[in-house]
């Protein structure tokens, strides 16, 4: 809660904190701890240091049920004592274990990861969220949109693969263009596929033979079978990094089922920024 920027992830922690500590842990298990993981290892240090003192006490209770600080109505009087001072241990260091590993590097990527989809996506205005909706691709990357015909690479310029347009991007970062479930992630990290939710099935390719590279110099922020929404991050990549390993970035996008298709046109060429109109779909 204290960590976030995102408003949303924030309101859930809040929320899910307080619930925890009456003995509901699973709002917070299942919305914050084990999306962002540290909080859970954070959670388990000190559910194990919190345990651990009551053991060494011999604190009894009467019945099993009520667990949280509420668990004290089962506890008996020669125990009250001890029972709170081993909550408040779990409390206070699973507090400082959590807050401390959100601060390393290691941890705090997945909280970044978090907060930078929620708010690109937070940031889309409202009307490109309805073209996304209406047939329209929109780019994924910011850059210039060339027609596929000038990929350097001859299965992507025949079009091979399916119709589509190809930006070169000036900007590391692949956005979804359109409401969808990630279908395919690539080991290799680049290149990863988008069914939409009217049934367009998108392959961005970051870059040509980048996959021999094998995952180097990219980094992708969602997982396979995940449902993503417009202007959410998929991806990041170092582009200078990869020109320098000799690696052209053009990246086209594809529609892999252009044959369910009537018509497959590139509606811009030039510069372009993420979120703008593509590729337009005539349905058959």
């Known amino acids: ?55 060494l006490t011999n604190v009894l209770n009467t019945a099993p049920g009520t667990a949280g600080i509420v668990g004290f109505v089962c506890v008996p009087a020669s125990s009250m004592l001890n029972f709170l001072i081993g909550a408040a241990i779990s409390i206070a260091t699973g507090f400082i274990f959590t807050y401390i590993m959100s601060n390393m590097k290691k941890f705090n990527k997945e909280l970044e990861k978090k907060e930078t989809a929620s708010e690109e996506t937070a940031d889309m205005p409202a009307d490109i969220f309805q073209k996304a909706e209406k047939g329209v691709i929109c780019s994924p990357l910011t850059g210039k949109a060339i027609p596929m015909s000038e990929v350097p690479d001859d299965t992507f310029a025949a079009e091979v693969l399916g119709k589509g347009m190809a930006v070169i991007p000036s900007e590391g970062k692949v956005v979804a263009p359109c409401h969808g ?91 372009i920024h993420c979120m703008e109109p593509l590729i337009k779909l005539e349905e058959s």
């Not at 392959?203 to 202007?231: C, F, M, R, S, W």
């Open 181 to 271: 479930e990630i279908s395919t992630l690539f080991d290799t990290k680049h290149a990863i596929g988008i069914t939409t939710k009217d049934g367009a099935e998108l392959l961005i390719h970051v870059g040509v033979n980048t996959v021999e590279l094998n995952g180097k110099y990219y980094e992708a922020h969602v997982a396979q079978g995940d449902q993503v929404k417009p202007g959410q991050v998929l991806l990041t990549f170092d582009i200078h990094k990869i020109q320098e390993a000799g690696y052209p970035v053009a990246t086209p996008v594809i529609i892999s089922n252009t044959d369910d298709y009537k018509n497959v046109e590139g509606l811009k060429n030039g510069e």
């Open 1 to 55: 809660m204290l960590r976030t920027k995102d408003k949303k992830l924030k309101s859930v922690a809040a929320t899910s904190g307080v619930s925890a500590m009456l003995g509901i842990t699973e709002p917070a298990m299942f919305g914050v701890n084990l999306k962002l993981k540290y909080p859970f290892y954070g959670a388990m240090i000190g559910a194990a240091l919190g345990g651990g003192y009551v053991t």
